[in-house]
């Protein structure tokens, strides 16, 4: 049951890096002889060296992003270790709102988006982790041909928190895209 468990892994590990490279695939496939907690811990470890980076923003890169939020409050963006790092998330507290940046096909993306805390678990559709979650709503800026000037769209989901936590647990960025496509209005 053990070697089939990790067979299985390797066989998803692989299909989620199909243009890796021969050496890669030796580094990935070392997996399989971590048996313990501690060992696997430890493999993950050694594969910090290769994290790929958010590439670092500036802060008026990311006021370009929100031109209507005139006292846009940008985190501390040279405390940000990008290594770990799919999405900048960080919330207004005295507004509610949440903004989220993300690199989509090489170009950075701002969503800006009510941000409720609602003091329950669930689970986040961004790592797929139960923990306390957030109701984070958008509203999309496609509207259809025939709609009525008067048409928004909002589209909601619950997410981490904390979005440092949340970036740490993201294993596929998915469903990340699709939220962003579906608000931003287009489809590649």
């Not at 199909?18 to 470890?45: F, M, N, R, S, V």
């Not at 500036?58 to 929100?66: M, R």
């Not at 109701?135 to 928004?152: G, Q, V």
Request: glycine residues 6%; proline residues 4%.
């Amino acid at each position: 049951m053990v070697e089939a468990v990790k067979y299985s892994t390797q066989l998803a590990i692989f299909e989620a890096f199909p243009d890796a490279t021969e050496q890669q695939k030796l580094l990935l496939g070392a997996i399989a002889t971590a048996g313990t907690a501690q060992e696997i811990g430890a493999y993950l470890l050694s594969l910090e060296p290769y994290l790929a980076e958010f590439a670092p923003v500036t802060d008026n890169q990311v006021k370009k992003l929100f031109p209507k939020v005139k006292k846009l409050k940008v985190p501390d963006l040279a405390a940000i270790d990008y290594r770990y790092v799919t999405y900048l998330g960080w919330t207004d507290i005295a507004t509610n709102k949440l903004f989220l940046v993300y690199r989509l096909d090489g170009q950075l993306v701002g969503i800006e988006g009510n941000y409720n805390l609602v003091n329950k678990k669930s689970i986040c559709f961004l790592c797929n982790r139960h923990g306390e979650v957030a109701l984070f709503s958008a509203i999309t800026k496609f509207r259809p041909a025939n709609a009525s000037p008067d048409y928004y769209k909002a589209i909601g989901n619950y997410m981490c928190a904390d979005s440092a936590a949340c970036n740490k647990n993201i294993t596929d960025v998915a469903a990340l895209e699709k939220f962003i496509h579906d608000v931003v209005g287009h489809r590649h």
